[in-house]
Nanobody, 118 residues
Framework: QVQLVESGGGSVRAGGSLTLSCVAS????LGWFRQTPGKEREAIAA?????CPTVNEDVARGRFTVSRDNAVYLRMNSLKPEDTAMYYC??????????????????WGKGPQVTVYS
């Protein structure tokens, strides 16, 4: 089982930015997801080991980007209170847009909380 270690969560004022990081190994694609209580987990973005990103613009809306070097990062700009959620990284068994499928993810991090206040 792959261990994923996330960091970078916290509280930020609306309009601010946060960068989440995820350290993992043994993956070809790694995705970022988020979940709020009572709602289904939704995909944000994923990136391949080679640095090829795929983004769910229904959620990202041009404000979130994914990148990687020794870790995988989710840069979140212009945050809004509705972005408040637990954010998770996960290793994907699919590639490209299939890496955004929660049911195709194998190992999950424990998730940093992101809270955006107005």
């Amino acid at each position: 089982q792959v261990q994923l270690v996330e960091s970078g969560g916290g509280s930020v004022r609306a309009g601010g930015s946060l960068t989440l990081s995820c350290v993992a190994s043994g993956y070809l694609w790694l995705g970022w997801f988020r979940q709020t209580p009572g709602k289904e987990r939704e995909a944000i973005a994923a990136i391949s080991i080679g640095g090829c990103p795929t983004v769910n613009e229904d959620v990202a809306r041009g404000r979130f980007t994914v990148s990687r070097d020794n870790a995988v990062y989710l840069r979140m700009n212009s945050l809004k209170p509705e972005d408040t959620a637990m954010y998770y990284c996960a290793t994907a068994t699919g590639r490209g847009v299939r890496a955004l499928q929660t049911h195709d993810c194998k190992d999950w991090g424990k998730g940093p909380q992101v809270t955006v206040y107005s």
